[in-house]
């Protein structure tokens, strides 16, 4: 019904406008008053976390890419090996499990049979595991040996949106407590990633306060047929998640690449008009990423493309070669996708009302998959 809607059509809407709230929940409560990280709802004990020598992510679609995302923080802050597998592909290929290895399996519902069987093996190897999950009491978090809830609260629209940034926040969370357990050598950073990552809610908000251009131009590409999805890093899995979020939802044919890739291969899609999104990182924390992306976006506009660009506000570089200008706050790098996802879910979610498609029960799609 209009109420359960909270006023908005679908409930996909209410969901991404829900964003801030549940960012700002799913870090209540876990950071101290001195900054520190508090995760003692972690049932694994800080010595067995100490001897973690590899991580394994495993997880399906959205949740997937998510974990695309935590192994450039968890690397990084905490110098553990981590790898992120399709739970689908997983146990097929005898992957190397031990009792060294923590799993950390993702899921908003809790009971996508996939991920499951996946976290079922990597149990039967020794392997511990650790879900993020959004749904209480759920399946995934009942058979796993410790959970880290997010806090989206119920999700109800197909397509995963406030899920998916509180499972960025809860893998940034676990990446940042490993590294505070472990004393890794940014332990004096960690304050400063606490502090940035208690003002993304409000860095989401602003992004919601801005959509109506990415509405407009949605709308105006309703005919199109194709739409390419650039990204570098961390923007990587962001430009597959915008593409998912265009395929389930408007019905088109659309694709995400490394931004990288695209000479070998990819370029040769490019024609004129092709709505191509990219997705740039901050020109001051990787400066060599940004300047390979403006020449990327470079490459594709002289061959006809039509670059949609999001990109940090005062990032002018692009500028030149950008048709349409996204503008997204400054954040961390790591911290990125918590910004630049939102205005991509805007983009699809009008795009798919725009075709006169249902919005919230996208055809042939299910909420939860319990099968295979
Ligand atoms: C996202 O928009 C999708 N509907 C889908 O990819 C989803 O993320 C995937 O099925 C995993 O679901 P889960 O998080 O409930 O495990």
């Known amino acids: 019904s209009a109420a359960e809607k909270g006023g908005y059509d679908y409930f996909m809407l209410k969901e991404i406008a829900e964003q801030p709230k549940a960012v700002a929940d ?163 950073e960690i304050h400063v990633v606490i502090r940035d990552l208690s003002q993304i809610s409000r860095a989401v908000e602003r992004v919601l306060e801005t959509m109506e251009p990415v509405r407009k131009l949605a709308r105006s590409l309703a005919d199109k047929n194709t739409v390419l999805f650039l990204g570098r890093h961390v923007g990587y899995p962001v430009a597959l998640e915008g593409a998912l979020k265009l395929k389930e939802l408007a019905y088109m044919h659309a694709e995400g690449f490394a931004a990288g890739e695209l000479k070998h291969g990819p370029i040769a899609l490019i024609e004129e008009d092709l709505p191509v999104v990219v997705v740039a990182p901050s020109p001051r924390a990787r400066s060599v990423l940004h300047d390979k992306i403006v020449s990327n976006i470079q490459e594709i506009r002289a061959r006809g493309a039509r670059t949609i660009v999001i990109a940090e506000e005062g990032d002018e570089t692009v500028a030149p070669y950008a048709d349409h200008l996204i503008r997204i706050p400054a954040t961390p790098t790591l911290l990125q996708p918590l910004v630049a996802t939102v205005p991509l879910q805007v983009f699809a979610c009008e795009l798919a009302t725009a075709r006169g498609n249902e919005v919230d029960q996208p055809r042939n799609l299910a909420k939860s998959v319990t099968v295979e």
């Open 26 to 188: 799913t870090l209540l409560g876990r950071i101290d008053a001195s900054g520190s990280l508090r995760l003692d709802e972690l049932r694994i004990s800080a010595a067995e976390l100490r001897e973690v020598d590899k991580i394994v992510v495993v997880a399906c679609g959205t949740a997937f890419h998510a974990g695309m995302i935590a192994k450039y923080a968890i690397e990084h802050w905490t110098r553990i090996p981590c790898e992120v597998e399709l739970a689908s592909e997983f146990r097929y290929r005898d992957p190397i499990l031990d009792p060294r290895t923590l799993v950390i399996a993702i899921s908003q519902s809790g009971e996508t049979m996939d991920t499951l069987m996946a976290l079922r093996h990597a149990r039967e190897q020794g392997s511990k595991v650790l879900a993020i999950c959004n749904t209480n009491g759920s399946t995934i978090p009942r058979e796993s040996d410790a959970v880290l809830y997010t806090h989206a609260g119920p999700e109800v629209a197909v397509a995963s949106t406030k899920a998916f940034l509180t499972q960025l926040v809860a893998c940034y969370l676990v990446a940042l407590y490993l590294g505070q357990v472990r004393g890794t050598k940014w332990g004096d």
